[in-house]
C-alpha cells in the first residue's frame, strides 16, 4: 500500500477533528470516519486551559472560540461551611501566557469550529460510520466500518482512534485499560441562581465531607449564562431518582438554600473513571483522546488532556507520514503523553478529588491550611498557577526523550 495513503481518524469529536485539522494543515491527507449522524450537542466538558487556547489559536480556531464563551480570571477552593478558602489569580501567570484565564465554553461550541476549520482545509468527515475492525502489516491499515450501505472497508496508511473512552479501536488494539471506576455517580443541573452575588467565582470546587460539589458558569445560549453545579451521588441510588426533580431540588437546596424552588434548565449524570491505556500505540495505529486515557472532572483535564495529546501526535506524525522522521517518532508521542497523564493529570485529579471529599477532620484541616499558606505567598500561589493551568504538564512532555 502507499504510504502516502490517507490517514483514518476514528471518532469526530474534539481530540479526532483536532488531529484531522492539525493533519491537514500540513498537507498530510486525512479522513475522518464518525458513527453519528452530525456532530453531537451531548453538554460535556467545558474548562479550557491557557495552553489548549494557545493551541488551538495554532490551528486558527483560537479567537472565532474566544468570541463564544466567558474569561475566567480567579477561581475559588470554598469550604462549605466555611466559604472561600483560597481565590486563585490568574493574572500571575500573565508573563507566561497571553491567556492568563481559565475558559469557559460548552464542548460542543468547538467541534463546529473544528469541522469548519477542517473542511476549509478540504477535509472530509464521513458521518454514520462506525469503526468496526481493522487489520495492518508494514505497508497500511485496513479498517472496517459500518455504514448504512453495509460494510466499507477503508484502507490508509496510520489509523488514530480518537473514538472516545469506549473505544473500539483500543479493544482492536488489545490494550488494556488500566486504572478504575469511582464508586459515585456524578449529578449535574444547570440551574437559573446566579450564584455571584453568593460570593462564588465563575468556578469554584466545594469541599465537604459528604457533600462536596463543584460550579462551573457557562454561557449556555448566550448572556446571562447559566450556572452548573456538580454533585456526587450514590451509584447504588437508581439513575431515575437521582434524575427526578425532588431529588435535583434536595440537593441543590443543601448545597445553597434558597428562599424558593430552584428551576433546573437541565441534568444529567455520569460515572467516572481514571484510567490510562497501556499502549497508545501498535504499530500503524495509535490512540488519542479520551480513548487513551480518562479522568475526573475535578480540575478539568480530560478534554485539555485529550487536545494537548491530539495537537502533540500531529506533531509527530505529520514528518513520519511524510517519511521525514522514523516510525519510533510515534513512540515519543506515546512517553511523552503517558508521562503527563499518569504524572500529572491522573495524580491530580485524583488529589483535586481527595481535597474535597476528605472526611477526616485533623487531614482536612491540615489540607486547607497548606492551601491558604500556598495561595498567601506568591510565589507558591504562581507555582500552583502553573501547574493547575496544565502549563507544567505540557512542558514536562517536551522534557520526554
Ligand atoms: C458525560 C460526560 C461528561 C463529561 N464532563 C466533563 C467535564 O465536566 N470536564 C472535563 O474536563 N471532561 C468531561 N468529560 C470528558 C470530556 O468530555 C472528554 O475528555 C472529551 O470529550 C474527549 O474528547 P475525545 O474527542 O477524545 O472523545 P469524545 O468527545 O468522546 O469523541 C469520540 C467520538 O468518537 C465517536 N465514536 C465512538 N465510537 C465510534 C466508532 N466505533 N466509530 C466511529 N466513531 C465513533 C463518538 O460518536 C464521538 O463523536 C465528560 C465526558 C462525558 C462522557
Known amino acids: ?53 494557545e493551541m488551538l489559536d495554532g490551528i486558527g480556531v483560537g479567537q472565532d472560540f474566544l468570541a463564544l464563551g466567558y474569561r475566567v480570571p480567579r477561581w475559588q477552593i470554598r469550604g462549605r461551611r466555611e466559604g472561600v478558602i483560597v481565590e486563585w489569580d490568574l493574572s500571575l501567570i500573565a508573563d507566561l501566557t497571553p491567556y492568563p484565564f481559565r475558559f469557559h465554553c460548552e ?19 464521513h458521518w ?5 475492525d481493522a487489520m495492518q502489516d508494514g505497508d497500511g491499515v485496513a479498517a472496517r466500518f459500518a455504514t448504512p450501505d453495509g460494510i466499507e472497508t477503508v484502507y490508509g496508511s496510520y489509523l488514530v482512534g480518537a473514538d472516545g473512552g469506549r473505544s473500539t479501536v483500543r479493544h482492536a488494539m488489545n490494550v488494556a485499560f488500566e486504572g478504575f471506576t469511582w464508586p459515585e455517580r456524578f449529578l449535574v443541573a ?28 457557562m454561557p449556555h445560549d448566550g448572556p446571562p449564562g447559566l450556572w452548573r453545579v456538580l454533585f456526587p451521588t450514590d451509584a447504588e441510588v437508581p439513575e431515575e431518582q437521582v434524575l427526578a426533580a425532588d431529588f435535583v431540588e434536595r ?12 428551576g433546573v434548565e437541565h441534568k444529567s449524570t455520569y460515572r467516572v473513571h481514571q484510567r490510562v ?24 483535564f480530560g478534554l485539555n488532556g485529550a487536545l494537548h495529546g491530539a495537537f502533540n501526535l500531529v506533531e509527530k506524525l505529520g514528518p513520519v507520514w511524510r517519511g521525514e522522521a522514523p516510525e519510533t517518532a510515534l513512540d515519543r508521542y506515546v ?59 505540557v512542558q514536562r512532555a517536551t522534557e520526554v526523550e
Do not use: C
Not at 107 to 125: A, D, E, S
Not at 128 to 132: D, E, G, T, W
Open 251 to 262: 440537593a441543590l437546596q443543601n448545597f445553597l438554600p434558597w428562599d424558593r424552588p430552584y
Open 1 to 53: 500500500m502507499n504510504s502516502r495513503a490517507p490517514v483514518i481518524v476514528v471518532g469526530g469529536g474534539p481530540a479526532g477533528l483536532a488531529v484531522a485539522v492539525g493533519l491537514a494543515l500540513q498537507d498530510v491527507a486525512v479522513a475522518v470516519y464518525e458513527v453519528e449522524p452530525r456532530l453531537p450537542r451531548d453538554l460535556r466538558a467545558g474548562s479550557f486551559h491557557p495552553p489548549t487556547l
Open 128 to 132: 454514520q460510520h462506525r469503526f468496526l
Open 107 to 125: 464542548q460542543f461550541k468547538l467541534t463546529p469550529l473544528l469541522l469548519k476549520r477542517f473542511k476549509t482545509l478540504g477535509g472530509t468527515v
Open 335 to 393: 512517553r511523552q503523553r503517558r508521562a503527563a497523564n499518569i504524572e500529572f493529570v491522573q495524580a491530580q485529579s485524583i488529589r483535586n478529588k481527595e481535597l474535597l471529599q476528605e472526611r477526616d477532620p485533623a487531614i482536612r484541616i491540615r489540607r486547607l491550611g497548606e492551601l491558604r499558606r500556598t495561595a498567601a505567598d506568591r510565589a507558591s500561589h504562581k507555582a500552583y498557577l502553573v501547574k493547575s493551568s496544565m502549563i507544567w504538564s
Open 277 to 300: 491505556a497501556s499502549d497508545f500505540r501498535r504499530g500503524r495505529m495509535l490512540l488519542v483522546g479520551d480513548a487513551a486515557h480518562v479522568n475526573n472532572p475535578l480540575g478539568a
Open 190 to 217: 444547570g440551574i437559573d441562581r446566579d450564584l455571584a452575588p453568593a460570593g462564588f467565582t465563575m468556578n469554584a470546587y466545594v469541599s465537604d465531607p459528604v457533600d462536596w460539589s463543584a460550579i462551573f458558569k
